[in-house]
């Protein structure tokens, strides 16, 4: 999951990579500029076309499958719109993985150009709150870069090409011969990363794990490297699931989410309807318990006697309306505090504050953008825009009331409009989606079906679920006494507890999600084994899009041992950078050579962190509150250049990294984060080259137009 590799490609691969070395004299970039180049633009290209979708013409403008802005909505045929797309990177993934997807593939034309297309537009026109408002990083912030952080190691992989070699241990498939990996090691464990990668893109590990999966549950034992992959899997997940729900910033509200949706869903209802042994029967039952609407209104709308007339909700908008309530709910309790408190800011401010997050949303984002010109508060701003003189009677203490009435009010108009998008407007949307979702995936639903008991599954994920929001909570001095060892290293588990300076709580470590997911990790296991037995079919189709969709990892050139060939040239985009980079004026290039110089340090020293740190949860000597993955790393670093209001009526806006969440306490937070290397600028570095990347990228998009030359023997 790492977002750049956590070990480089040996020297003997430079063959295999058409990049220059250091002692080339008419060498552009050296492997390690280029290397810096290429991730510099995918990490910026990425987030900016994710962030892209909060504006409402963004996916108008996007391409098929979706319609272009000039096209009828209602209509099923999809329109390539009038020019190149605006999300090049996505698109790509988009046509690539997700419109092959079996079931995905199948779903009708109206659910992109529609349903999904009229969501996503929807949210944008409802403009929900921006984190310079709030004056902290928030939840939608948090996700989007989570996913930019993700989704750019795959467009990095899908670009590039996946490395031809990585070492020794390099295997071309099947069971990965015996080659040992010490589980105690970093490195080990990181070769088998790199050696599972090489052996699915060009061996045939894929082929073969999925006979094996047919045979047995055990995938631990299919062979060593497999082993060990496992094992850096798990770590990598416990790390993620630890920064997500213990050190992010909106870790606890999301805890709190999923415990919430987790309470309300009827899983008894759930195994029951899956009794069912007629597979059809068995979904519309489904269908019926999460979808169907009991109202006069859904009625008279059936029968035509009434047209879009709200009628009510079914029991999924339900739950996501409740629970978007209880949120509002706290965030009311805080507005009334401030408005009662007898010593706080006047009712003038707070009227003023109230009728600013009203107001329509070119009217904030003026706001918003004076209050950054001005280097004022976006408080400060809104008083002086309604009363000058209310700004000059605040006090410090005041400015902080105000800006938390502000941010909390903003946490309403959130959750409101949410609710309205997803659970109030007509036509809905959201229910159409879900329907179409279900229709393309029934042929599949069906046969695994008819082979497979899913109530025994149902209940393991029920169970993973309540041992994670537990395994998520923080832990008592009591519950360390009975801690259990399973899926941990003796020595972490006979070690104390670091030091909470006599608190009767402490957040969980990373070593609590380790455990947690060796110990359940058999719940997947038996679920892969079912479906690959039971069901062949639908687990042959799901192979060979996989073994289509890796093809667009492969570097052209390199000899592979699977079946499917491609003449595709995404692979080579890091070269065709050297040469974009080779265009650029001299004294262009000499000033961004320092630049690429001090990212790849910062690439290294990143690589060298993750390492470390998985080291020392695999040493087991004490609990740590840090994990491996450069993943984390370039997700931090986008959440640490968000821009933030000013802490104090006129002064600089801060930065993600100025107002951190203090939630999971000062030293846990110091340890994790504040450890990590800090990111260089590099913004000459994407102003130069940011257009450049982006129309190679829309050259590679172009390919996709033509069909895939894939062929599946």
């Given at each position: 999951?790492?977002?750049?590799?956590?070990?480089?490609?040996?020297?003997?691969?430079?063959?295999?990579?058409?990049?220059?070395?250091?002692?080339?004299?008419?060498?552009?970039?050296?492997?390690?500029?280029?290397?810096?180049l290429?991730?510099?633009?995918?990490?910026?290209?990425?987030?900016?076309?994710i962030?892209?979708?909060?504006?409402?013409?963004?996916?108008?403008?996007?391409?098929?499958?979706?319609?272009?802005s000039?096209?009828?909505?209602?209509?099923s045929?999809?329109?390539?719109?009038?020019?190149?797309?605006?999300?090049?990177?996505?698109?790509?993934?988009?046509?690539?993985?997700?419109?092959?997807?079996?079931?995905?593939?199948?779903?009708?034309?109206?659910?992109?150009?529609?349903?999904?297309?009229?969501?996503?537009?929807?949210?944008?026109?409802?403009?929900?709150?921006?984190?310079?408002?709030?004056?902290?990083?928030?939840?939608?912030?948090?996700?989007?870069?989570?996913?930019s952080?993700?989704?750019?190691?795959?467009?990095?992989g899908?670009?590039?090409?996946?490395?031809?070699?990585?070492?020794?241990?390099?295997?071309?498939?099947g069971?990965?011969?015996?080659?040992?990996?010490?589980?105690?090691?970093?490195?080990?464990?990181?070769?088998?990363?790199?050696?599972?990668?090489?052996?699915?893109?060009?061996?045939?590990?894929?082929?073969d794990?999925?006979?094996?999966?047919?045979?047995?549950?055990?995938?631990?034992?299919?062979?060593?490297?497999?082993?060990?992959?496992?094992?850096?899997?798990?770590l990598?997940?416990?790390?993620?699931?630890?920064?997500?729900?213990?050190?992010?910033?909106?870790?606890?509200?999301?805890?709190?989410?999923?415990?919430?949706?987790?309470?309300?869903?009827p899983?008894?209802?759930?195994?029951?309807?899956?009794?069912?042994?007629?597979?059809a029967?068995?979904?519309?039952?489904?269908?019926?318990?999460?979808?169907?609407k009991?109202?006069?209104?859904?009625?008279?709308?059936?029968?035509?006697?009434?047209?879009?007339?709200e009628?009510?909700?079914?029991?999924?908008?339900?739950?996501?309306?409740?629970?978007?309530?209880?949120?509002?709910?706290?965030?009311?309790?805080?507005?009334?505090?401030?408005?009662?408190?007898?010593?706080?800011?006047s009712?003038?401010?707070?009227?003023?504050?109230?009728?600013?997050?009203?107001?329509?949303?070119a009217?904030?984002?003026?706001?918003?953008?004076?209050?950054?010109?001005?280097?004022?508060?976006i408080?400060?701003?809104?008083?002086?825009?309604t009363?000058?003189?209310?700004?000059?009677?605040?006090?410090?203490?005041?400015?902080?009331?105000?800006?938390?009435?502000?941010?909390?009010?903003?946490?309403?108009?959130?959750?409101?409009?949410?609710?309205?998008?997803?659970?109030?407007?007509?036509?809905?949307?959201f229910?159409?989606?879900?329907?179409d979702?279900?229709?393309?995936?029934?042929?599949?639903?069906?046969?695994?079906?008819?082979?497979?008991?899913?109530?025994?599954?149902?209940?393991?994920?029920?169970?993973?679920?309540?041992?994670?929001?537990?395994?998520?909570?923080?832990?008592?001095?009591?519950?360390e006494?009975?801690?259990?060892?399973?899926?941990?290293?003796?020595?972490?588990?006979?070690?104390?507890?670091?030091?909470?300076?006599?608190?009767?709580?402490?957040?969980?470590?990373?070593?609590?999600?380790?455990?947690?997911?060796?110990?359940?990790k058999?719940?997947?296991?038996?679920?892969?084994?079912?479906?690959?037995?039971?069901?062949?079919?639908?687990?042959?189709?799901?192979?060979?899009?996989?073994?289509?969709?890796?093809v667009?990892?492969?570097?052209?050139?390199?000899?592979?041992?699977?079946?499917?060939?491609?003449a595709h040239?995404?692979?080579?985009?890091?070269?065709?950078?050297e040469?974009?980079?080779?265009?650029?004026?001299?004294?262009?290039?000499?000033?961004?050579?320092?630049?690429l110089?001090?990212?790849?340090?910062?690439?290294?020293?990143?690589?060298?962190?993750?390492?470390?740190?998985?080291?020392?949860?695999?040493?087991?000597?004490?609990?740590?509150?840090?994990?491996?993955?450069?993943?984390?790393?370039?997700w931090?670093?986008?959440?640490?250049?968000?821009?933030?209001?000013?802490?104090?009526?006129?002064?600089?806006?801060?930065?993600?990294?100025?107002?951190?969440?203090?939630?999971?306490?000062?030293?846990?937070r110091?340890?994790?984060?504040?450890?990590?290397?800090?990111?260089?600028?590099?913004?000459?570095?994407?102003?130069?080259?940011?257009?450049?990347?982006?129309?190679?990228?829309?050259?590679?998009?172009?390919?996709?137009d033509?069909?895939?030359?894939?062929?599946?023997?």
């Open positions: 999951m790492s977002a750049v590799p956590d070990t480089k490609a040996p020297d003997k691969t430079a063959n295999l990579n058409p990049t220059r070395s250091l002692n080339d004299k008419d060498a552009v970039l050296t492997r390690e500029q280029s290397a810096a290429f991730h510099i633009l995918t990490h910026h290209e990425t987030y900016a076309e962030e892209a979708l909060k504006h409402p013409g963004t996916i108008s403008l996007y391409g098929h499958p979706f319609v272009s000039s096209a009828d909505v209602t209509k045929t999809p329109a390539s719109g009038s020019g190149p797309s605006p999300s090049p990177v996505l698109q790509i993934l988009v046509h690539r993985f997700l419109l092959t997807l079996p079931g995905a593939r199948d779903i009708p034309d109206e659910f992109w150009s529609v349903r999904v297309q009229g969501l996503l537009t929807r949210f944008a026109e409802a403009d929900l709150s921006e984190s310079y408002d709030k004056g902290a990083p928030g939840t939608r912030k948090t996700l989007a870069t989570a996913l952080t993700m989704v750019e190691a795959i467009v990095r899908c670009l590039g090409g996946c490395p031809a070699a990585w070492g020794e241990g390099t295997v071309e498939g069971r990965g011969g015996e080659a040992a990996y010490d589980h105690g090691k970093a490195e080990d464990l990181e070769r088998a990363f790199h050696d599972v990668l090489h052996a699915t893109v060009y061996g045939t590990l894929l082929d794990l999925s006979g094996w999966l047919g045979e047995t549950a055990d995938l631990d034992s299919h062979s060593p490297m497999v082993g060990a992959l496992v094992e850096y899997a798990i990598h997940i416990a790390t993620l699931f630890h920064y997500v729900f213990v050190l992010s910033p909106e870790g606890q509200y999301l805890l709190n989410l999923i415990e919430n949706v987790h309470s309300m869903l899983y008894a209802v759930i195994r029951q309807t899956l009794r069912m042994s007629n597979a029967t068995m979904m519309t039952g489904m269908l019926k318990l999460f979808l169907s009991l109202s006069v209104s859904s009625v008279t709308n059936y029968l035509g006697l009434t047209k879009n007339a009628d009510g909700m079914n029991l999924l908008q339900r739950i996501i309306s409740v629970i978007l309530g209880w949120d509002s709910a706290e965030s009311r309790k805080t507005v009334e505090q401030i408005e009662k408190d007898e010593k706080g800011p009712k003038a401010c707070l009227t003023a504050i109230r009728e600013h997050v009203q107001k329509p949303a009217d904030r984002t003026a706001l918003r953008e004076r209050s950054r010109k001005e280097s004022k508060s408080v400060a701003t809104i008083l002086e825009t009363d000058p003189s209310l700004v000059s009677g605040l006090s410090e203490t005041h400015h902080a009331q105000c800006q938390e009435y502000h941010a909390n009010l903003l946490s309403i108009r959130d959750r409101e409009a949410i609710t309205r998008v997803l659970c109030q407007q007509q036509p809905d949307l229910t159409q989606a879900l329907r979702f279900v229709s393309g995936f029934e042929p599949y639903i069906r046969k695994i079906h008819d082979k497979v008991d899913l109530r025994e599954h149902v209940q393991d994920y029920q169970d993973f679920v309540d041992q994670f929001i537990a395994t998520s909570k923080p832990k008592k001095p009591e519950e006494k009975a801690k259990k060892t399973n899926g941990v290293t003796k020595d972490a588990a006979t070690a104390p507890p670091p030091e909470t300076t006599k608190a009767e709580t402490r957040p969980p470590s990373v070593e609590d999600y380790v455990a947690l997911l060796r110990k359940n058999h719940m997947l296991y038996k679920w892969l084994h079912n479906g690959a037995k039971q069901a062949p079919e639908v687990r042959d189709t799901f192979r060979d899009w996989a073994r289509e969709a890796l667009h990892f492969r570097k052209p050139g390199v000899p592979v041992t699977t079946k499917g060939s491609s040239t995404e692979g080579t985009m890091q070269e065709r950078l040469e974009a980079f080779a265009g650029l004026a001299p004294g262009q290039k000499d000033a961004l050579r320092p630049v110089d001090e990212q790849a340090r910062y690439l290294d020293a990143v690589a060298a962190m993750s390492r470390a740190r998985m080291q020392q949860i695999l040493d087991g000597k004490t609990e740590t509150m840090a994990g491996p993955g450069a993943f984390l790393v370039m931090q670093e986008l959440l640490d250049r968000t821009v933030i209001t000013p802490g104090a009526a006129k002064g600089p806006a801060r930065r993600g990294r100025d107002v951190r969440n203090e939630s999971a306490g000062n030293e846990v110091e340890g994790a984060v504040g450890g990590m290397p800090v990111a260089p600028d590099v913004s000459s570095v994407v102003e130069a080259l940011g257009p450049i990347f982006c129309a190679l990228a829309m050259k590679v998009g172009e390919g996709d033509e069909g895939s030359d894939v062929s599946i023997d």
